[in-house]
């Protein structure tokens, strides 16, 4: 199970980019597919993407809209995972937005 979470807190916005998987083997050189949310899919089998520019306005990925997790690296002596990450998400008003170009490396 891998959850991270990205905040931008400069200003007073708190934008916060998330990456959820839960049952699968995160593997380098694997790519994942971001296509579950914590609202539809309760108990996530597989990874999801959500963006937040609040509490109240959140923006999830689903069946429709996706992404993708690629695992670069896992280095689990030195508790280190990277990789890059790009998905698509709608709110509930139906407004899209597009995350582009992210990457991490995290320890845990």
């Known amino acids: 199970y891998f959850t991270m979470n990205f905040a ?10 998330v990456l959820q998987t839960s049952k699968i083997d995160l593997q380098a ?6 296509n579950k949310n914590v ?3 309760i108990d996530i089998e597989g990874g999801g ?3 937040s520019l609040s509490t109240t ?3 999830y990925t689903n069946t429709i809209k996706t992404g993708e997790l690629k695992v670069t690296r896992v ?3 030195n508790s280190i995972i990277s990789g890059t ?3 698509d998400a709608v709110n509930q008003a139906g407004e899209v937005v597009e995350i582009r170009e992210g990457r991490f490396d995290w320890n845990y």
């Open 8 to 17: 931008d807190l400069r200003g007073t916005t708190n934008k916060r980019v």
């Open 29 to 34: 050189g694997q790519t994942y597919i971001l």
């Open 39 to 41: 609202i539809n899919d």
């Open 49 to 51: 993407g959500l963006f």
């Open 57 to 59: 306005n959140r923006y």
């Open 75 to 77: 280095d689990l002596a």
């Open 85 to 87: 990450f790009w998905f």
